[in-house]
């Protein structure tokens, strides 16, 4: 008797149409408004607060799923409701991530919760990886991590680049270089606390989509934290850093550990932007009439729109088997984790596209939300590594060689 079955558990139905009511009824009814003025929707993050969506002890339990699946089901939900507030609320998530793959448990319950304040008054974290000159190569990043012995602690120095949260958030969790000529090898991730003097974010970016999401550079100007604020602490540094200088290849890069954690649920993300379009195109074909009868009576809209749901179904399998992959330990063998994301951030351009299309004109017309989604979903080809970094990992993994 198989034990093989992709039905949900009653908790995670629940979940979703937990998620799916707050987009509904809170997230979609503002979308328009805080994409328009390019600002943080705090009052949405208090209201996920409120409600014990947006919280540590939330994304814990998301997390915290024997399946993996919990978490890009939430995260689909909401992007369904905006994109844009979706990564406000979202976005902390990568910090947490960050803190929980580089850093000791100690260390997760110090930071993690700071990150996120409580319903009262809710923080944000960010984590900080891209620069100006590194951003799919993050084996050449040029922040610099020093350490001071004689007062044990860390300097930080340079910039950050195209960073959610950056400057506004509580914690900022930084990858930096600590022996520059080890690459990828000799980097660590460091902890940036509250309030400390020498970090600053001057320039908040104006972008094309997921405007009410906050991205800026940040800048680290002789940025002191204390010793304890390195994830995983000194001695593991050292052992990893001997490891290497002998010649021994690391698991995984610092920033890349992360990434490969939370690349199924950033694809989750861009399904929910490519759902939502294909719903409104779908019921804008049924009702909108050209030539005597509705649109979606001529084959090539109803052929387009088969496709556009084809295609999200094809998205999310590959997600849900990559999230469920990475939560029971099973190997990337073939570029899983990646081949989600990939997957996910080309349908959801592709949908996006489609549903303008269908809707014509009125798709071109802010009048239409499909205009906003087709905006936001082409960052889905962009971080957290692009379309073709992705492609790369694959072609890498399945051929065993090291193509360039």
């Known amino acids: 008797m198989s034990g093989f079955s992709l039905e949900l558990s009653d908790e995670q139905r629940d979940l979703r149409d937990w998620v799916h009511g707050f987009?509904?009824?809170?997230?979609?009814?503002?979308?328009?408004?805080?994409?328009?003025?390019?600002?943080?929707p705090w009052p949405i993050i208090?209201?996920?607060?409120?409600?014990?969506?947006?919280?540590?002890?939330?994304i814990a339990t998301l997390f915290?799923?024997?399946?993996?699946?919990?978490?890009?089901?939430?995260s689909e939900?909401?992007?369904?409701?905006?994109?844009?507030?979706?990564l406000s609320i979202m976005g902390t998530s990568l910090a947490a991530a960050a803190i929980s793959s580089a850093g000791t448990p100690e260390q997760l319950f110090e930071w993690a919760p700071q990150c996120y304040g409580?319903?009262?008054?809710?923080?944000?974290?960010?984590?900080?990886?891209?620069?100006?000159?590194?951003?799919?190569?993050v084996s050449s990043l040029r922040?610099?991590?020093?350490?001071?012995?004689?007062?044990?602690?860390?300097?930080?120095?340079?910039?950050?680049?195209?960073?959610?949260?950056?400057?506004?958030?509580?914690?900022?969790?930084?990858?930096?270089?600590?022996?520059?000529?080890?690459?990828?090898?000799g980097q660590a991730t460091f902890v940036v606390p509250p309030n400390t003097p020498g970090l600053v974010a001057t320039k908040k970016i104006k972008k094309l989509g997921l405007r009410a999401s906050h991205t800026a550079d940040v800048f680290l100007d002789d940025v002191r934290v204390p010793g304890h604020c390195l994830l995983g602490?000194?001695?593991?540094?050292?052992?990893?850093?001997?490891?290497?200088?002998?010649?021994?290849?690391?698991?995984s890069q610092a920033a890349m550990a992360t990434f490969e954690r939370t690349r199924p649920t950033v694809g989750a993300q861009a399904i929910g932007i490519a759902r939502a379009a294909y719903e409104y195109a779908l019921e804008y074909a049924k009702t909108r009439e050209a030539f005597g009868r509705p649109i979606i009576e001529n084959q090539a809209i109803a052929f387009a729109l088969a496709d556009m749901r084809t295609e999200i179904d094809a998205a999310r399998l590959l997600i849900w088997r990559a999230a469920w992959m990475g939560k029971?330990?099973?190997?990337?063998?073939?570029?899983?984790?990646?081949?989600?994301?990939?997957?996910?951030?080309?349908?959801?351009?592709?949908?996006?596209?489609?549903?303008?299309?269908?809707?014509?004109?009125?798709?071109?017309?802010?009048e239409h939300p499909v205009e906003r989604m087709y905006r936001d979903s082409k960052i889905y080809t962009i971080f957290e590594g692009t379309s073709e970094i992705q492609r790369l990992v694959i072609a890498r993994a399945i051929s065993g060689m090291h193509i360039r």
């Open 143 to 185: 922040v610099r991590a020093r350490y001071d012995e004689a007062k044990d602690e860390w300097v930080l120095n340079g910039q950050k680049a195209w960073i959610t949260n950056g400057g506004i958030a509580n914690i900022h969790v930084v990858v930096a270089s600590v022996e520059p000529e080890l690459k990828a090898r």
């Open 23 to 40: 987009a509904a009824e809170v997230v979609r009814p503002a979308a328009a408004e805080w994409d328009e003025r390019e600002e943080t």
């Open 328 to 366: 029971t330990g099973k190997r990337f063998e073939a570029g899983e984790g990646s081949m989600s994301k990939l997957k996910a951030g080309e349908v959801a351009v592709s949908v996006t596209e489609k549903a303008v299309q269908i809707l014509g004109g009125a798709g071109y017309s802010r």
């Open 118 to 137: 409580d319903a009262s008054d809710p923080k944000l974290g960010a984590f900080c990886v891209s620069e100006p000159g590194a951003g799919s190569d």
């Open 77 to 86: 939900e909401l992007f369904w409701g905006d994109a844009g507030i979706g």
């Open 46 to 58: 208090q209201e996920a607060a409120k409600i014990g969506l947006y919280s540590f002890d939330s």
């Open 233 to 251: 602490g000194k001695e593991r540094l050292d052992e990893r850093l001997a490891r290497a200088r002998e010649g021994a290849s690391a698991k």
């Open 64 to 74: 915290a799923d024997p399946t993996g699946l919990s978490l890009p089901i939430a």
